[in-house]
């Protein structure tokens, strides 16, 4: 009897240590999934543009905002075009953070100086 007890009392924790396992790794694939809503806003400091990458200083922190076609380029409300930024203008970038904490921008806002 005391056997069966201890066999059973083993096969519980067994079978409740797998579900933990399996659970713990769908958590974490689910997490990593989603990309992070983000902004930043700084000083344009360096612009590739075969890249299409932009280089944006906050104070001693630079980031890098990627854009494509489908990024908007405004100033307050209105759209405007892309060749009215230049470097050292000041932008709030809108967009998603990456897994390396780069933002692909959805939109870049012109701010007046």
Not at 47 to 52: F, L, M, R
Request: charged residues 25%; glycine residues 8%.
């Amino acid at each position: 009897m005391r056997k069966v007890v201890i066999f059973l009392l083993f096969a519980v924790f067994a079978w409740a240590g797998y579900g933990l396992r399996t659970a713990v790794a769908q958590d974490t694939q689910q997490k990593a999934t989603p990309a992070t809503q983000g902004r930043w806003h700084g000083v344009i400091a360096r612009w590739d543009k075969e890249k299409s990458v932009l280089d944006v200083q906050k104070g001693n922190a630079v980031r890098k905002v990627y854009y494509d076609s489908s990024t908007q380029w405004t100033e307050g409300t209105k759209t405007i075009d892309m060749s009215q930024f230049k470097e050292g203008s000041e932008v709030n970038c809108v967009g998603t953070y990456d897994k390396n904490s780069d933002l692909h921008a959805t939109r870049i806002d012109l701010k007046p100086r």
